[in-house]
T-cell receptor, first 109, second 113 residues
Framework: GQNIDQPTEMTATEGAIVQINCTYQ??????LFWYQQHAGEAPTFLSY??LDGLEEKGRFSSFLSRSKGYSYLLLKELQMKDSASYLC??????????WGAGTKLIIKP | SQTIHQWPATLVQPVGSPLSLECTVE??????LYWYRQAAGRGLQLLFY??????ISSEVPQNLSASRPQDRQFILSSKKLLLSDSGFYLC????????????FGDGTRLSIL
C-alpha cells in the first residue's frame, strides 16, 4: 500500500526554527509537495521537490532524499501566523497525489 | 491570473436531500479539476478528478457523482445525502502537467442533519 507519515502535532516558540518531517512509501515517485492549511481554510501551495536537496523560499525551506523516502519542511523565524497544519503529498508513478494527514503546528509566544 | 471560485461556503442539508456544489476556474484553459473531501483533523481524500470536458475519474465508490459540463466548470452532486457525507469539500485545479501544484477553492463546509 501507499503510505505517508507525518507527526500529528508539533509545538514551537515564536522566533525559533522548526522542522516537520515526512516519510513516504509509494509506488513510484514523481515529486513531493508541501501545503499549508490554516484552520477552516483551504490548503495553499508552499513547495515542490523532485530532485534531492534543499529548496529555499524565504523563511521556508524544503528538503528531499529520494533514496530514504524522506522530506522535511523547515520554518525559520517562526511567527504566530505560521500556526497551521502542514500537509505533505507525494505524486506517485501514476501521477496520483497521495496526501499525508498533516502536521498541526502550534506556535507559542 | 488564475482564480477558482467555489460555492456555497457553508451548507446544512437534511439526510436524503440532494446536493449540488459548483466550482469554476478563471484565467486558464483545459485545467485538471479535482474534488476532495476532508474530515475534521484528517488529510484530503480525493473523490473525483477530470482532465477534460466530460472526462471524470472516480476514486472512491460512494453516493456522490461529478460532472464537467464546461471546460472550467466542475460540479459535485448527490441524489440522496447520507450522514457520512458531512465534511469539508474542496475543489482544486492544476495545469495540464501533473507535477504542477494544485490550487484550491475556499471550500464548502457541509453538515448533514
Amino acid at each position: 500500500g501507499q503510505n505517508i507519515d507525518q507527526p500529528t502535532e508539533m509545538t514551537a516558540t515564536e522566533g525559533a526554527i522548526v522542522q516537520i518531517n515526512c516519510t513516504y512509501q509509494t509506488s513510484g515517485f514523481n515529486g513531493l509537495f508541501w501545503y499549508q492549511q490554516h484552520a477552516g481554510e483551504a490548503p495553499t501551495f508552499l513547495s515542490y521537490n523532485v530532485l534531492d536537496g534543499l529548496e529555499e523560499k524565504g523563511r521556508f525551506s524544503s528538503f528531499l532524499s529520494r533514496s530514504k523516502g524522506y522530506s522535511y519542511l523547515l520554518l525559520k523565524e517562526l511567527q504566530m501566523k505560521d500556526s497551521a497544519s502542514y500537509l505533505c503529498a507525494v505524486l506517485d508513478s501514476n501521477y496520483q497525489l497521495i496526501w499525508g494527514a498533516g502536521t498541526k503546528l502550534i506556535i507559542k509566544p | 491570473s488564475q482564480t477558482i471560485h467555489q460555492w456555497p461556503a457553508t451548507l446544512v442539508q437534511p439526510v436524503g436531500s440532494p446536493l449540488s456544489l459548483e466550482c469554476t476556474v478563471e484565467g486558464t484553459s483545459n485545467p485538471n479539476l479535482y474534488w476532495y473531501r476532508q474530515a475534521a483533523g484528517r488529510g484530503l481524500q480525493l473523490l473525483f478528478y477530470s482532465v477534460g470536458i466530460g472526462q471524470i475519474s472516480s476514486e472512491v465508490p460512494q453516493n456522490l457523482s461529478a460532472s464537467r459540463p464546461q471546460d472550467r466548470q466542475f460540479i459535485l452532486s448527490s441524489k440522496k445525502l447520507l450522514l457520512s457525507d458531512s465534511g469539508f469539500y474542496l475543489c482544486a485545479w492544476s495545469g495540464g502537467e501533473f507535477h504542477q501544484p494544485q490550487h484550491f477553492g475556499d471550500g464548502t463546509r457541509l453538515s448533514i442533519l
